[in-house]
């Protein structure tokens, strides 16, 4: 049982009050009396990572699944090594917890100079760092003021949905002190409530905006997640009647199964016949949008702000005219719902335009297997109880193209699109989620970057399937700028796995050249081996990339290369 009134103890508890149930874990010297006090709390599991980095990762897909993640590195070659995943998470919108085992409390204030430091006797570089992608921090190092300071940071995680650091020093955690000799209380959370004058202005200037519209669509954006706002964003769209759309980022959180989706708006790479839906709309509601140059196309969308009702978490602006404030987007959402009137035209007119897909993709027998085949067989996987995580770079684009069927969990890296983050987020997410089988999609040059925790899925039984993409270097950086820099070492992908498995716990591999060879790699994957970590490296040629990555990346290589303004 946990120990009685200790600091250990009482954050221990406070995870698990929050819904935390796993945390992803590096030993330090720093944190390993924490650690203790963290494994001793019988509803924690602490799962240990190969690295800090993936720790961080995992945390991330844990997040998503669950709606608040852990982690736990010690101080400062932890937690600089850390610090990319939380910038990641910072910028989607994830509560984290972060933790670092700190210091001495006596060391602080003096002029001694510790290890796993910079050499200099100020202990404040890590915080320092940390401040700029977390939106609070604590440096726990006085028993006194401890229980207030890490209440009020993972409090203020949940509130803002964003992560937070918390330093605790590596002598406190077992000392008893009077303010955790009780069980923490539970937080309470103050809903947000809107300015009621606000939002019936807000309300009021969008309805008529809208009402007057011939041809309206609304589509979502990933800050819908943040809002909670996805079950008001569909009864908005049965009230209205207009074509629906998400961006990009937002794919995941609307249910594709609804009669008005569209598919996804992403410029000229949107889903065919949804672009020129929305683009050709003389209203359209964006709501929760990021506006960046990657989900426009290096900025070549073809949106009028005149045109555009945008809808934020706590604002909405209509058109070039009013903009309000301490307006909340689920509330409205639901108000809107109930003032706009039920226009169907730009649904039809996209079903007009609709053409079915065409010829069934097929191979000749031996034919050297292609992306879009294997993508075919990866969308016949799909059901409830699969979840597909896309790793940056192509796969961006091929997933995007997969229908998701009703309750399919939907995850990838937009804003900050760092490679290697699927490996750590789909150990997270399937640890989360243990009702979905993960389907991962992860490019080789990703993989190299992240590929040691494929070692904590087998350790902790997990059943995810894996698709290596082998073509041989970082295909959407190629499309972006090439050059010698983009080829990477071939490795045999299947034989490290197999190392890493060592005989130890449930894992199967497979090495894939044909469409034959992948249809019987996943027959076996979802049924002899439906208990294993599956792992299928796919080898394709090089060049074999999405028609949408082509454009996106031609768009997105001029708008990294626009020459200086005039001076």
């Not at 506006?291 to 058109?319: A, H, Q």
Request: charged share 20%; glycine share 8%.
């Amino acid at each position: 049982m946990p120990s009685s009134g200790t600091m250990g103890s009482h954050l221990a508890r406070r995870l698990v009050q929050i819904g935390v149930r796993d945390v992803f874990s590096v030993p330090g010297d720093f944190n390993l009396t924490l650690l203790d006090h963290l494994i001793d709390e019988p509803e924690l599991n602490l799962v240990g990572c190969c690295n800090e980095l993936n720790a961080g990762y995992a945390a991330d897909g844990y997040a998503r699944a669950n709606g608040v993640g852990a982690c736990v590195v010690t101080f400062t070659v932890g937690g600089l090594s850390v610090i990319n995943a939380i910038a990641g998470a910072y910028s989607e919108n994830l509560p984290i917890i972060c933790i670092v085992g700190g210091p001495n409390s006596n060391d602080y204030g003096t002029s001694r100079i510790l290890h796993h430091t910079i050499g200099l006797p100020d202990f404040s570089q890590e915080l320092r760092c940390f401040q700029t992608v977390t939106c609070a921090q604590a440096v726990v190092n006085n028993l006194e003021d401890a229980h207030e300071l890490i209440d009020t940071a993972i409090s203020t995680a949940l509130k803002e949905s964003k992560p937070v650091y918390i330093s605790i020093s590596c002598n406190l955690p077992a000392i008893p002190h009077p303010t955790f000799a009780r069980e923490p209380v539970p937080f309470f959370l103050a809903p947000k409530i809107s300015n009621q004058l606000g939002l019936e202005a807000a309300v009021e200037a969008t309805a008529e905006f809208l009402n007057k519209a011939v041809k309206p669509v609304i589509i979502a954006g990933p800050k819908m997640r943040v809002s909670r706002a996805q079950q008001s964003f569909l009864d908005l769209a049965d009230a209205c009647g207009y074509p629906i759309a998400v961006m990009p980022s937002a794919k995941g959180l609307v249910s594709e199964q609804h009669p008005h989706f569209l598919g996804t708006y992403w410029g000229a790479v949107s889903t065919t016949f949804c672009g020129e839906i929305v683009e050709s709309a003389d209203a359209y509601v964006f709501v929760g949008p990021i506006f960046n140059d990657y989900s426009s196309v290096g900025y070549s969308l073809l949106i009028k702000k005149e045109k555009s009702v945008i809808v934020e978490p706590n604002r909405v602006t209509i058109g070039n005219g009013p903009s309000i404030g301490w307006v909340f987007m689920a509330d409205f959402l639901n108000a809107l719902a109930k003032k706009l009137k039920k226009n169907n035209t730009a649904m039809e007119n996209y079903s007009r335009i609709y053409v079915p897909p065409g010829i069934a993709l097929k191979l000749d027998k031996d034919e050297p297997l292609r992306v879009n085949i294997l993508f075919k067989h990866i969308q016949e996987m799909l059901s409830g109880d699969s979840a597909v995580i896309a790793e940056t770079g192509d796969s961006w684009f091929n997933c995007q193209k997969l229908r998701l069927p009703e309750n399919c969990g939907y995850e990838f890296q937009m804003q900050y699109g760092s490679i290697g983050w699927s490996v750590g987020a789909t150990l997270g997410y399937a640890q989360a989620a243990k009702d979905k089988r993960v389907i991962a999609c992860i490019g080789d040059g990703s993989f190299q970057v992240t590929a040691q925790d494929i070692s904590t899925m087998i350790r902790c039984g997990q059943k995810s399937i894996i698709f290596l993409i082998n073509n041989g270097g970082y295909t959407i950086e190629v499309e972006i700028h090439d050059g010698p820099y983009n080829v990477i070492k071939n490795w045999n992908y299947t034989g490290l796995v197999d190392a890493i498995h060592n005989g130890e716990g449930n894992c199967w591999t497979a090495k894939v050249k044909t469409e034959d060879e992948l249809v019987k790699a996943i027959a076996a994957a979802t049924d002899t081996y439906k208990e294993s970590l599956c792992f299928i490296e796919v080898l394709v040629h090089k060049d074999d990339t999405s028609k949408e990555l082509l454009e996106w990346g031609s768009r997105v290589s001029s708008a990294n290369s626009r020459p200086p303004n005039p001076q």
